[in-house]
């Protein structure tokens, strides 16, 4: 069993910027892929990025050139750089540990899940 705790969010401008934290209570290396998803309101939850065990990303075209995912498996975290943000951003952000690989992108039927972290783009 793994913890997953997102910390981070908040509100900012469109245009601005914010880094997501995803820190795992265990040894994130034991998982063959870390990933970002987000729910808007009203909205079904969707993928956003992953990274693999080899370092691979994988982003959505909605954030391609905008978010960059990152991981430091010495530290369990997992980041989620999110850059140039639009108010169709706003969303709560969940990290989570999947065991397929990268390569079954967007197939990654998570494992576990964090609570969660709010981020609001205002116009």
């Known amino acids: 069993q793994v913890q997953l705790v997102e910390s981070g969010g908040g509100l900012v401008q469109a245009g601005g910027s914010l880094r997501l934290t995803c820190s795992a209570s265990?040894?994130?290396?034991?998982?063959?892929?870390m990933a970002w998803y987000r729910q808007a309101p009203g909205k079904q939850r969707e993928l956003v990025a992953g990274?693999?065990?080899?370092?691979?990303?994988k982003y959505v075209d909605a954030v391609k050139g905008r978010f960059t995912i990152s991981s430091d498996n010495a530290k369990n975290t997992v980041y989620l750089q999110m850059n140039s943000v639009k108010p169709e951003d706003t969303a709560v952000y969940y990290c989570?540990?999947?065991?397929?690989?990268?390569?079954?992108?967007?197939?990654?039927?998570?494992?576990?899940w964090g609570q969660g972290t709010q981020v609001t783009v205002s116009s």
């Open positions: 989570a540990a999947c065991s397929r690989t990268i390569i079954s992108w967007p197939s990654m039927t998570p494992n576990y």
């Open positions: 265990g040894s994130i290396v034991s998982f063959s892929t």
């Open positions: 990274i693999g065990r080899t370092g691979l990303r």
